[in-house]
């Protein structure tokens, strides 16, 4: 690290000093004693004003603590100020700072002891001297008589009157007038040279500082009165106070949008600056529409993020300064001083330590100073361009690469996420396979890829990309199996290369070399498969070796997508342990009502026959009761598997009591249901389960049902299975009866066992 040259160190100390000494000299104009100040706040109804000139509510006014008052928001309140005045024949002027207030007038009498009335608006100043500074309303204090003031404001605002000397008012106000328009000039000229410095260099930073000296420079203005004042720019105090609300508003986001720019921040930070951003241009946006009813709070949540705006960025400056960015450190005294003026525009109590009471003009003389300080910290930024292009372009090839990891991560994740959701349980191997393969083809540049895994979740699989080379992968896992799978049982990552030579040795003594060719490099990418399975993932090139940063993140990947698959694979198992009977392998009774419900609508849908079978174990709990549950449970057991195996895809088989089966089968009217029950209860009657002493036979009865022309639920359908099963086996068991819809009607409710 090189250190900065002395004179340049000092003119920074210089520079972190100035904006201190020079707002506080700007803050000595106001500190003038202040005379005794009274407040009395009133809803306007039945006060005479005239009366109130001549003393009569003196009684109701309140002492005010310091020299200003701060008044409440609210347009049907009217408060009052009286502030005492020493008898004097010097000519004498009422001070007032402007405050965005709707209405202050203000009642001083005038030669002869008569009081007149003078109107102030600061969102309309009418004809006035420039450059406008302060309010100023000429006084006779030969009569020593109080003066009073009217407030009306949609705003809370903070009123600090103050008599002083004409004579001396005057040459101070020039002083005043001249240093505000000084200050203002810079602030243009700053942001000028910084734009023409953005089009110089071509940095976008410095055009983002432009506008936020722009920013500054508007606000100063507006709160100072001037903005108004000016030639075509009078419309602007249409807006009243939301007009400053959108500035304040404005220099925030434009802050938290420098900042982001010129400290180069990305990820999390970047983004949620950007976003803040965003949101309070919106916020700005929002408060020009001119609902005036919303002054307020859109008054307190400018003023709140001007000064978090101004915190954060210090913040963020001081972050990077101890990260050794010399950038940071130069910014840190700009956006130092931008806090204390914003945090004295927002909290007036924090202005007003030792008797200071900064106002508009301290505002733009600080403003200018922090854009003089924007401009200077900028300029270490030009004598950096350089440098800082030269590590660019050796970096630039490495930040591409990890913009190319950070999106192949994210878009494997993404596509993982969207395939768990909606692949069928037996493709969540393969398409997560697949997805892993696209992932790879932006960051590790490669000839072919494959993915080997034998044992995973019970499959043998091989999926390549592209698919044509899977040939060649096979020959690979024939010749190199071995040192492949010992690679994996590793789980180290490595890489092999296969030359010429190796193929000509594997080619016998009068054969010709092996047609799929396997000369290259390829990186072995062990997969976590527990034993005894194994698998790997394969990328091939065709000379050049695999840097260690390519496995490594070949070797991530792989891993996020094994955590899915395995993920997605135990959700697959526990939704089927939920929905699937322990003993028989067929639906539960609450997945089969689901499941029917759904083949039903389908078949309604498709204007498709169906029919159901509800069949039961003639006399099971005999059998139980002779040979054991242990022989009765492997009766159902291998009731269920025989029925299984009489089905047809499409078909569904459901365990809807202790002994007693459902089969829906759509597409088959009632004849072809019957015929499928006859063989179902045929096979059954064949059956035998083996005991220690016995070998057990049973039979079963079984009823068919089939959908009526406005049934639109199975229920009906069931329930005129289930009687038709009843009857059966009250015949005698080992038969089967159908009924059909005309049977029984829509409107007839199924036996309570089987109410879906």
């Not at 007009?243 to 508003?249: H, I, K």
Request: aromatic content about 6%; glycine content about 8%.
């Amino acid at each position: 690290m090189v250190a900065a040259p002395p004179p340049q160190g000092r003119a920074r100390a210089l520079f972190v000093i100035l904006p201190l000494l020079l707002a506080l000299a700007a803050t000595a104009v106001f500190a003038q004693d202040a005379p005794a100040l009274r407040q009395f706040s009133v809803v306007d109804s039945g006060l005479r004003v005239d009366q109130l000139l001549e003393g009569r509510y003196d009684a109701q006014f309140l002492p005010v603590a310091g020299a200003r008052a701060n008044l409440r928001a609210g347009g049907e309140y009217t408060h009052w100020l009286r502030l005492d005045v020493d008898r004097t024949d010097a000519p004498q002027v009422l001070v007032l700072e402007p405050v965005p207030a709707d209405r202050i007038n203000v009642f001083a009498a005038g030669p002869g002891g008569r009081y007149a009335e003078t109107g102030l608006r600061m969102f309309r100043p009418g004809a006035m001297d420039w450059p406008l500074t302060r309010h100023a309303v000429p006084l006779d204090a030969s009569s020593g008589q109080p003066v009073y003031l009217s407030v009306v404001t949609r705003v809370p605002v903070g009123v600090a009157p103050r008599i002083q000397d004409a004579e001396a008012f005057a040459g101070s106000d020039r002083r005043l007038a001249a240093a505000i328009a000084a200050a203002q000039v810079l602030m243009l000229a700053v942001a000028l040279f910084l734009v023409v410095l953005s089009v110089a260099v071509r940095d976008g930073v410095y055009a983002r500082f432009a506008a936020l000296g722009f920013a500054w420079l508007l606000l100063a203005m507006a709160a100072g009165g001037q903005l108004y004042a000016l030639p075509g720019l009078a419309i602007i105090g249409w807006w009243g106070v939301l007009g400053l609300v959108a500035l304040e508003l404005g220099v925030a986001a434009l802050t938290l949008w420098s900042i982001e720019g010129a400290l180069a921040l990305s990820g999390r930070d970047g983004r949620i600056l950007r976003l803040l951003a965003i949101a309070l241009a919106a916020i700005a946006g929002f408060a020009l529409l001119n609902l005036q009813t919303l002054a307020v709070p859109l008054r307190v949540i400018a003023l709140t993020a001007l000064v978090a705006g101004q915190l954060m960025a210090l913040g963020l400056s001081l972050r990077a300064a101890l990260g050794g960015q010399t950038l940071g450190r130069a910014l840190a005294p700009a956006f130092a001083l931008a806090l204390l003026l914003a945090a004295s525009t927002s909290f007036t109590t924090l202005a007003r330590v030792g008797g200071l009471d900064p106002g508009p003009a301290a505002l733009t003389v600080g403003a200018a100073v922090v854009c003089l300080l924007f401009a200077l910290a900028l300029l270490d930024r030009v004598a950096d361009l350089r440098r800082e292009r030269d590590r660019a372009q050796a970096t630039a090839q490495r930040v591409d690469t990890t913009l190319q990891v950070e999106a192949s991560r994210r878009e494997l994740v993404e596509g993982l996420q969207q395939v768990m959701r909606s692949a069928p349980a037996g493709d969540l191997e393969w398409m997560a396979f697949r997805k892993l393969l696209a992932a790879l083809r932006t960051p590790i540049p490669h000839r072919a890829a494959a993915i080997v895994a034998y044992g995973y979740h019970d499959l043998d699989l091989l999926v390549s990309e592209p698919g044509e080379d899977k040939p060649r992968f096979v020959a690979l896992l024939e010749q190199r199996g071995s040192n492949i799978k010992g690679i994996c049982r590793g789980r180290t990552p490595l890489q092999i290369r296969l030359d010429p030579q190796f193929e000509d040795a594997n080619a016998g003594p009068e054969e010709e070399p092996p047609r799929e060719s396997l000369v290259g490099v390829y990186a072995v990418i062990p997969l976590g498969i527990a034993k005894p399975g194994w698998g790997a993932l394969l990328i091939e090139r065709a000379s050049e070796d695999f840097q260690t940063a390519e496995m490594r993140m070949a070797f991530e990947l792989a891993q996020i997508t094994l955590a899915a698959s395995d993920q997605a694979a135990s959700q697959v198992e526990l939704t089927r342990r939920a929905e699937i009977d322990p003993l028989t392998g067929a639906f539960n009774r609450r997945a089969a009502e689901v499941a029917m419900d759904e083949a039903f609508a389908r078949a309604l849908d498709g204007r498709l026959p169906v029919s159901v079978l509800v069949l039961d174990i003639d006399r099971f709990r005999a059998l139980n009761d002779k040979h054991g549950h242990e022989i009765g449970d492997r009766s159902l057991a291998a009731a269920a598997e025989c029925i299984r195996k009489l089905l047809q895809p499409g078909d569904l088989l459901a365990r809807m009591g202790a002994d007693e089966f459902a089969v829906m089968l759509p597409g088959r009217a009632l004849d072809a249901g019957r015929e499928a029950a006859e063989r179902i209860v045929a096979a059954i009657a064949q059956l035998r389960v083996r005991d220690e002493s016995a070998i057990v036979s049973f039979t079963a009865s079984a009823g068919v049902g089939s959908r009526g022309g406005d049934e639109e639920s199975p229920k009906h359908m069931l329930g005129r299975a289930t009687r038709a099963m009843e009857t059966a086996r009250s015949n005698g068991g080992n038969r089967v009866q159908g009924q059909g819809p005309r049977f029984g009607s829509a409107g007839e409710e199924p036996p309570d066992p089987l109410v879906l």
